[in-house]
């Protein structure tokens, strides 16, 4: 298992198998979604927001 911490809430994120570099998540702790943005260490940041579709 591998963690990471939420860059906004300070919570650990678990992992049960190693991550993808861009892979989305959710805190349990906050709810915000984050994305994978580095392998080592394992980092994240706050998920781009998509564009809504039929904008």
Same mark, same amino acid.
């Given at each position: 298992?591998?963690?990471?911490?939420?860059?906004?809430?300070?919570?650990?994120?678990?992992? %049960?198998?190693?991550?993808?570099? %861009?892979?989305?998540?959710?805190?349990?702790?906050?709810?915000?979604?984050? %994305?994978?943005?580095?392998?080592?260490?394992?980092?994240?940041?706050?998920?781009? %927001?998509?564009?809504?579709?039929?904008?």
């Amino acid at each position: 298992m591998l963690n990471a911490e939420c860059p906004e809430c300070g919570g650990t994120i678990t992992f %049960q198998s190693s991550p993808l570099l %861009q892979e989305l998540v959710k805190c349990a702790g906050c709810g915000k979604d984050l %994305q994978v943005t580095s392998l080592d260490p394992v980092e994240l940041a706050a998920a781009e %927001q998509e564009a809504e579709w039929g904008q």
